[in-house]
Structures are given as structure tokens and as C-alpha cells.
């Protein structure tokens, strides 16, 4: 497990649109939540520890926002061929196991996260309504071990920010979790294969 930070791309960047298959079988791109006062795009997958340990905040928060107007997914893009317990067939289970409440994607070719910059898993990309980056940061600073309570109050903050109408938040801390597991050949010009210390 390499321990990777989010890339922090420039706030105010537009959200790329995608297509990618849910675990119910549909089709679901950003185009199809129009009328959303906020996307939440969240790069995750089965098997990480990080997104374990988040896990169950992560369906409380779909529980919580989408009735609010906000559209949230979460992308897999993890190579299935070697990592196989993120192969869409253990996203279905993993989907019921956790009761996610928002769609749950499978990115095959990967192309969605290079298109958002994603290096993690977790990695949270939050828009406004008009489709402008206003958060990239961390869900909170529990980690793994490290004794704190996942609360997901970073991300709640700025959840409350952009349906509020207000700025986004000064403060955002870059997301920590596994690297996505590129395919071989695949990595994007920003993967780093040493990862962060800590």
C-alpha cells in the first residue's frame, strides 16, 4: 500500500462529465443530475483500508445531502485484473453491504480519474451547481489508526458552504488514502510511486 495525497487540483475548475456503469447496471454521468445544487464525486474502491475506515460516513453523508439537492457518486477506478475484490461483481456487494445511497461506478479504462486528477482512494472533488471545483480536500483527519473519530467534518463544511452560496473554505487539507491501482502502463504523469510519509 502506497500512502498518496490528493493533487489539489486548482479550485474553480470546470467537472468533466462521464459515463460509466453503476452497479444496478445503468448508465449515470454528471449530465443526468442537472438540476443539483452541488456534485460530490468521490474516487474510492472495495479493499482500501482508508476507504474501509470511512466507509459507513460516507453513506451517511449521501444520506444526509442528496435530500438537500446535492448529487453524489462514487468512481472506482482501480485495475479490477489485479486487485479483483474491486471488480464490479464485489461493488454490487459491497454497495449492499454499506447501504451507499449513491450511485457507485466502475471506471474501467481509468480515463475518468486522469480527467479529474484523482490519485486516491479516498479523493473527494466537490462542484457547485454551475460546475466550478470549490473543494478537494480531506473527509476529516481521522485516519486509520490514529485514534480520532470519523466525523467527516471537513467535508460536511464545505457540503454546508456551497449550499449556502458561501466561498469556498480557506482551509482544505489534501486527502490521504491508498495510490489507485493504475494498470500497468496507465499511470498518469502525476502518480507517484513512493507516495507521502506519516
Known amino acids: 500500500m502506497v ?27 454528471l449530465s443526468d443530475f442537472e438540476d443539483a445544487k452541488a456534485y460530490l464525486v468521490v474516487f474510492m474502491c472495495n479493499h482500501c483500508p ?9 453513506a451517511r453523508i449521501g444520506l444526509d445531502y442528496m ?8 468512481i472506482n477506478s482501480n ?24 450511485p457507485y461506478l466502475y471506471d474501467e479504462t481509468q480515463e475518468v480519474a486522469k480527467s479529474y486528477g484523482a490519485a486516491c482512494t479516498p479523493d473527494f472533488f466537490l462542484f457547485d451547481k454551475q460546475g ?20 467527516g467534518e471537513d467535508l ?5 458552504a456551497v449550499l449556502a452560496g458561501k466561498p469556498p473554505l480557506e482551509s482544505q487539507i489534501p486527502s490521504i488514502g491508498c495510490n489507485i491501482k493504475w494498470r ?7 502518480f507517484d510511486p513512493v507516495g507521502v510519509k506519516g
Open 184 to 190: 500497468p502502463a496507465n499511470e498518469p504523469a502525476y
Open 79 to 102: 485495475d479490477a485484473a489485479a486487485h479483483p475484490e474491486d471488480s464490479p461483481e464485489r461493488m454490487i456487494h459491497e454497495a449492499d453491504e454499506r447501504a451507499y445511497p449513491f
Open 67 to 74: 435530500p438537500k439537492g446535492v448529487a453524489m457518486v462514487g
Open 3 to 29: 500512502k498518496t495525497a490528493s493533487t489539489m487540483k486548482p479550485l474553480a475548475t470546470k467537472a468533466p462529465d462521464f459515463s460509466l456503469v453503476n452497479v444496478d447496471g445503468r448508465t449515470v454521468g
Open 50 to 58: 482508508f476507504v474501509k475506515h470511512v466507509a459507513l460516513e460516507l
Open 156 to 160: 460536511r463544511a464545505a457540503l454546508d
Open 132 to 151: 466550478r471545483l470549490i473543494y478537494r480536500g480531506q473527509l476529516d483527519s481521522s485516519r486509520p489508526g490514529n485514534g480520532k473519530p470519523v466525523t
